[in-house]
C-alpha cells in the first residue's frame, strides 16, 4: 500500500537522508516573504516578486495538492568548520560545501522523478503530482518543518537535531492524502552565534537575512559589481558561503555523507591566481558537472578578481595584469564589465 511509511523507506533507498510529509496548508510562517520582499532583502532577485503568489502556498503550485513529501540530503563531505587549509596561500578560494560536488539540481531532480516513478507503480489510482527542488517556486523550508525534518534556525537554514544543516531540500507535493508528520521544535534557543559571526551583518534579526548583505547573493545571485565597500568582508569567498551554519553547533556532530555524487571533484581550497589564469573555457572545465554552472562563468571570474585583491599579496598583481591570456573565450567573453570593475579595484588594493 502507498503510504508515508513506504514512501519515506523508498526515498532512503533513493539516497535521500530525511523524509517526512506535511499537509499542503497556507502555513503562517510562508507570509513572512511579503515582508521581506517589501523590505528590499531581495535585491536584484526579481524571480522571487515575480513568483511570490506561487510560493505564498503550495496548492498555487499545484492546485490539487493535499501533501507534501519534503526530502533532505546531506552533502556535506567535510568535517569541521571551513576554514583554511594550514600552509595554503592567502588567495586559496572557498567554495560553499553545496557546490563542490555534483549539480544537485541535477541529482535531486533524477531522485524525486524516480521516487515518483515508483509511487506511480505502487497503486492504481491516479493522482497528481509536482516535484521541486531550489528552481521551483515553492518555500520548501517552511514545508520542511512542518514535515517534521528541523526547524528553521536563526541563520534561515532548516536545521534536523540528529544531522544538522548541511542538507538540499526538495519535494513532491501530491494530490495523495498522506497522514502527516508533526512540525519540528524550534530548538536555537538564546543563542546567536549565528548572527554573530556574519561578516557583512546580513543576519539584520532571527530568520531575517538581508540577501543584498550576504555573500551568497553577492557571490551568486548579482551580475553587477560587488559594491566597493563590500569587497573586503568577502575575504576568499569565490562561490558562496557557509560561516553561519560553521558556527551553528547543530552542526558540531553533523552527518558526513559518502554519496558519490557530493564527493568532488575538489573545487574548494584551490588559488584562485591558478584560476585566473586560465581562459574561460579551461575554467568552465574546473566547474564543469556543479551547482556553480547554474549562473554566467563572469561572476565567477569577477569573484577571483576579489579574492586576488583580498588575499595582500603584491605579487599575485602581476596575473591580473594578463587578462588578455585570463579572459579569451571562443564563443562569449567573462570580460564583463563587473569583472573589469574586480580587475581595477583588485590592482589598486594590491599596490
Ligand atoms: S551565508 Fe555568510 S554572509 Fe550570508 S548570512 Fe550566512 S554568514 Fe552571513
Ligand atoms: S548558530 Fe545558534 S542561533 Fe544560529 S541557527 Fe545555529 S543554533 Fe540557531
Known sequence: MLGPAAIKQHAAGLGFDLCGIAPAQAFPELGFLQTWLARGYAGEMDYMEKSAHVRADIRHFLPSARSVIVTGTIYNTQPGTGSRPPGAGRDTIKVARYARGQDYHKVIEDRLLALLEWMRSQTADRFDAAHFVDKHQVQERVYAQHAGLGWIGKNSCVINNEQGSWMVLAGVATSLALEPDGPAVDQCGSCTLCIDACPTAAIVDAREVDATKCISYLTIETEREIPEHQRPLIGQHAWGCDICQDVCPWNLASSLTTDPAWQGPIRDGLSAAELWAHTDDELHERIKGSAMTFVPLSRFRRN???????????????????????????ARSALTPAVQDAIAWAKDRLA
Not at 588575499?311 to 571562443?330: C, I, Q, T, Y
Open 304 to 330: 577571483l578578481a576579489v579574492v586576488i585583491g583580498n588575499s595582500g599579496d603584491r605579487s599575485l598583481a602581476e596575473v591580473l595584469n594578463r587578462p588578455g591570456h585570463g579572459v579569451r573565450n571562443s
